[in-house]
């Protein structure tokens, strides 16, 4: 799925909840981590600060952006 697809729930009108961030986060690799968290900073954009959800996904967004530079091999963690 390109980035400029529909992303099911942001397409529909629905209020966005973690549970829809997690769905959307909870399996990715470190190849597709940043392709992710354009996706989620999309989701969250229009959300209030004090939003669950918003805060669920400026969470993940940390955590996706640690991953995408996780090479898969293991060792001391490279500066970048």
Partial sequence: MSETEHIGVL?????????????LTHAVTPHFALQVRNRVRRLIEPLATDDPARIFGEREITRLE??????????????H
Avoid at 66 to 79: D, Y
């Fill in 66 to 79: 640690g991953l995408s530079r996780h090479s898969g091999q293991p060792g001391p963690e490279q500066a």
């Fill in 11 to 23: 397409d529909s009108g629905q209020k966005i909840t973690p549970e829809d961030i997690r769905e």
